[in-house]
């Protein structure tokens, strides 16, 4: 069995804080047609290299029933920047629109099977997984970017279709995992594409 969840996997379940400090599930999303959840944090660069790119995306698809829900599972002993506190500061520093939701245990970063940060992970109305992978194939440079997989699969899925792509592989940061090397990757992680 793929480490990642596999498209036409369902959403595990989760209970997790957001930096309101409410508490958040699955089920208080339950009125998105699609439900974009990704795995990030405060300091990674690809991370970052995304957030202006995220707005617009943000801006462009909570009209159309789309919520985007971000998880930060990285350990902060290490990575100190990624407190809860920290991920408090930034949410109000750049303005994030979107709830961001503390994994502080890593289990749901566990039941997801995130590798990297940011990993996408898009389910239809009835939660089913559809795409997972990368927004697109440039992290650092949206001028560079020439594909545009997440918003493809929104698209599509917004439109009664299937995903042109449904698994990619995602490009940042390895998941800081706690009592791990900064670059662990679980043994029976896959490589995604």
């Known amino acids: ?81 990624d407190s809860f506190e920290h991920m408090k500061m930034r949410k109000h520093a750049e303005e994030l629109p979107w709830t961001y939701l503390r994994d502080e245990d890593q289990s749901v970063a566990l039941a997801y099977g995130a590798l990297r940060t940011p990993h996408f992970y898009v389910f239809d109305a009835v939660r089913t997984l559809r795409y997972t992978g990368r927004l697109d194939e440039n992290p650092f440079d949206a001028e560079q970017a020439t594909t545009h997989e997440l918003v493809d699969a929104v698209n599509a899925l917004l439109a009664g279709d299937e995903p042109p792509l449904a698994v990619t592989n995602p490009l940042g940061c390895n998941v800081k995992w706690k009592d791990q090397d900064a670059h662990w990757m679980p043994p029976d992680a896959c490589d995604l594409v």
């Open 1 to 81: 069995m793929a480490f990642t969840l596999e498209p036409g996997d369902p959403a595990p379940e989760f209970s997790l804080i957001g930096t309101d400090d409410r508490t958040y599930s699955l089920a208080d999303f339950d009125d998105a047609s699609v439900l974009v959840l990704v795995f990030t944090c405060n300091h990674c660069p690809a991370a970052q290299g995304v957030e202006e790119r995220l707005k617009v995306f943000y801006e462009n698809f909570t009209p159309d029933g789309v919520q985007l829900v971000a998880i930060n599972s990285n350990e902060d002993v290490n990575h100190p920047t």
